[in-house]
């Protein structure tokens, strides 16, 4: 198909747009019910969809309510409000978006290449709390006519697009043969993407009442990815893992995630995001995805309370081992070319660096104008895995490969100490003065944001430091910071056992 969306859909975009500007500018808001109500257009959205989206833009929802607090606190947030206020009042895509009124969705169900550079979408719009009557008077101001019906339901035409208006339901498609798969789908004769059992299992596991929240399939991803492998050259050697058998691997992989899902809810605290998904982990694990294990990030306490940022993970060696595990037998010469740098180095990948890499990881920035920063380990065998770090280090010295910035990169590690500092801030390798576990701003944070005891990761963003040192770069360059990053309090993100959080604390 060679069609363009809608003018309805462009103005769905626009509603987007506003919404996920307004998020970025200010912290977020709508439904009084949950994620599920949110996406109650998925009621008529066909069940092969790809994608999926829904916003509100109602004003009198209570997560709206709880953006207009976010905004009376942040630096130009009341003229951001202001702005939204007179593009909904004005004519154009504002009465478009006013007679769409406040739950708007959009399924895409594919993507049409035939255009080269200029890719068609095939996407299903659905309305459920439209104003009908204004929205056929914008419709026909556009240029729509009333065209042939489908099944009897009346239907409105422009060029490819169609659109049904039947009271405050209002669905519309890029093409009059997609329309008629949402009547059908609207009409029982057909799925729902709401009937979809990863749909349904993904948008559970999100947070009431989102202000938007948007769904893919990547199990329906796989045939653009499948293609992608035809674009690939064939390999001529065999010395490293093939292109193509990778891209393979990637398509079945992508065959076991069955659905990914993110919501976006404003609070009287902040900005949240959620994350869920929903894959058949068994499967996954068996190709070396699995999914790493929860921990208590202990490692916050050797983290300085001051640090501009700092990221803990764990288990990174086990990882690296799975990895080259999955590549050897891709490709067995690879198994040569390890070889070749343990003697090389010294250290042995499996037996030195993997349980080196083995226990809870924090990679750490401190604050000023020269980056500074280093990775923690906490090793099960520190005095061991300082050694296996130690000996790595020297092979490259010998080898001429840390000049420069690189030879400001050491190994530390205290006498009779647990964690080795692997970076230009040796001082990290000692407990720190006063560690961001015991800070009373990350940990006020950390509890708004509802952070589990166990995680798979957490981020750490300190603004106040980031903000100091990006109004330094910003001052060279003689320019300012926005005003409303001053409203930013800290930002933490976490993996948790299906799913992941974010939250943006604005004070």
């Known amino acids: 198909m060679t069609h363009r969306p809608a003018v309805v859909l462009t103005a769905l975009a626009a509603a987007l747009v506003v919404a996920v500007a307004l998020v970025a500018a200010l912290g977020a808001g709508d439904a009084d019910a949950g994620a599920q109500a949110r996406a ?13 989206a829904s916003v509100s833009m109602s004003r009198d929802g209570a997560q709206w309510q709880a953006l207009e607090g976010l905004a009376a ?13 007179a593009m909904l009042a004005a004519d154009g895509e504002g009465a478009v978006v006013r007679a769409l009124g406040g739950d708007v969705s959009v399924g895409l ?16 719009l659905v309305a459920t709390e439209a104003d009908g009557a204004a929205l056929l008077r914008e419709l026909a101001r556009l240029g729509f006519a009333e065209g042939p019906a489908i099944d009897g339901t009346p239907v409105w035409e422009q060029g490819a697009s169609a659109i049904a208006v039947d009271g405050s339901l ?3 498609a890029t093409s009059r043969a997609t329309l008629r798969e949402a009547l059908e789908v609207r009409a029982g004769r057909a799925p729902s993407l709401a009937d979809e059992a990863a749909f349904r299992a993904t948008v559970e596991r999100l947070p009431d009442d989102p202000l938007a929240l948007a769904y893919l399939s990547p199990a329906r991803l796989a045939p653009l990815a499948q293609a992608a492998a035809v674009l690939v050259p064939a390999q001529e050697s065999g010395d490293l893992p093939n292109a193509q058998a990778q891209i393979t691997d990637l398509v079945a992989a992508l065959g076991d995630v069955r659905g990914l899902g993110i919501a976006v809810r404003a609070e009287a605290g902040g900005l949240r995001l959620a994350a869920a998904g929903d894959a058949d982990e068994a499967a996954l694990a068996a190709r070396g995805a699995a999914a790493p294990a929860a921990f208590a990030p202990t490692l916050t306490g050797r983290v300085p309370a001051d640090a501009a940022g700092a990221l803990v993970f764990a288990d990174l060696g086990p990882r690296l081992s799975a990895v080259l595990e999955r590549l050897e037998a891709a490709s067995p010469q690879l198994a040569g070319y390890v070889a070749s740098i343990e003697a090389a180095t010294g250290v042995s990948l499996r037996e030195g660096l993997v349980p080196a890499l083995t ?8 604050d000023g104008a020269d980056p500074q920063g280093a ?20 092979a490259l010295d010998a080898a001429g490969l840390r000049d420069g910035k690189a030879g400001e990169i050491a190994a530390t590690r205290q006498e009779g100490g647990s964690v080795i500092a692997i970076g230009n801030a040796p001082g990290l390798a000692a407990p720190p003065q006063r560690a961001l576990a015991d800070d009373a701003g990350f940990r006020a944070t950390r509890d708004a944001a509802g952070v589990p005891g166990q995680v798979t990761g957490l981020a750490w963003l300190n603004a106040d430091a980031v903000r100091r040192m990006a109004a330094e770069r910003a001052a060279e360059r003689g320019e300012q910071l926005p005003a409303a990053l001053d409203a930013v309090g800290g930002v933490i993100a976490w993996g948790e056992p299906g799913g992941a959080g974010a939250y943006i604390a604005i004070r």
């Open 40 to 52: 109650k257009g998925a009621a008529l959205v066909p069940a092969d969809a790809v994608a999926y």
């Open 170 to 172: 209002v669905v519309g």
């Open 109 to 124: 169900l594919g993507v049409d290449l035939a255009g080269g550079l200029e890719p068609a979408a095939d996407a299903v």
């Open 359 to 366: 226990g809870q990881h924090a990679l750490v920035a401190l």
């Open 375 to 394: 990775l923690l380990l906490a090793p099960p065998d520190p005095a061991a895995a300082g050694a296996t770090i130690g000996r790595l280090v020297g």
């Open 73 to 85: 606190r942040v630096p130009g947030g009341d003229a951001k409000l202001a702005d939204l206020d």
